[in-house]
């Protein structure tokens, strides 16, 4: 089978990448790049708000937890148009995994309230907002989470 | 550049703890907001109203902040409400569950005229 025809297959001229340093911030420079690129792709403004949310997400918690705020270490960021939507990969560098039990929090406000802690809502952003989330292990050893967003016809 | 872009000032509108944010929640936010709360709630602020300005930017660390802010209230036997944000973030709050906390309005004005039904 020619590669072309693989569906996995994507041209390299339809990817995107970003390396970002692993500084609180850089988080919008990956909201604004797939924001440009998803108004283009002509997604509804609403979805592109979801967007940018869920890669606003993906990122911080790259930069917070996965890369542990080392400035050095980059979160890398691939945004791939596809005919039928966009599918946006963020991964770190693993210096600390994510255990496979909290890609999958469900947080409520009344418990959260009692809490020293109120966060927690990142994933459960992610997860809420995409059309589809996954969480695997980035070929470098670190976090990566996998999401795409439809574009609806 | 990247970092803090978020202003906090504090007003009275007929008897209204206004706190205005114009810019971006983040966790850089935290202690303007918690001190912009703690200066109207030492004043003796009964009704809060958290106006939003130009918020492009609203994350989780921001989510958490504002969830401190309701328990606070709540904790202080205050009401709360919020108004100017964008369609994007008032589902966010919703979803989050604030909206159970604090009403959430569209201008400053139908906020201030909401907490008419608090006054005895």
Partial sequence: MAISDDPAYQPLDKVIELRLPSKLGYERVAMDTASSLARRMGFHPDRIESLKTAISEAVTNAIEHGNQHDEAMKVVVLLTARDDGLVISVADQGQKILPQEHTTPSPQIADVMERSDKGGWGIWLIRELMDEVEFTTAPSGGNQVRMVIHLEP | ?120
Avoid: C, P, W
């Avoid at chain 2, 944010?21 to 912009?36: C, R, S």
């Avoid at chain 2, 930017?57 to 709360?80: D, M």
């Avoid at chain 2, 008032?90 to 008419?116: H, W």
């Fill in chain 2, 1 to 120: 550049m990247l970092e803090d872009d978020l202003t906090v000032t504090t007003r009275d509108q007929d008897g209204v703890a206004i706190i205005d944010l114009v810019g971006d929640v983040t966790t850089f936010a935290e202690d303007k907001i918690n001190n912009a709360y703690r200066e109207v709630t030492n004043t003796g602020a009964r009704f809060v109203l958290l106006n939003f300005r130009q918020n492009d930017y609203i994350n989780s660390a921001g989510i958490a902040i504002l969830i401190g802010i309701v328990t606070e209230v709540n904790r202080n036997n205050q009401k709360l409400a919020v108004s100017g944000l964008s369609q994007h973030f008032q589902k966010i709050f919703r979803m989050v569950g604030l909206a159970q906390y604090a009403d959430i309005y569209q201008t400053e004005e139908e906020a201030l005229s909401g907490f008419d039904r608090f006054r005895g």
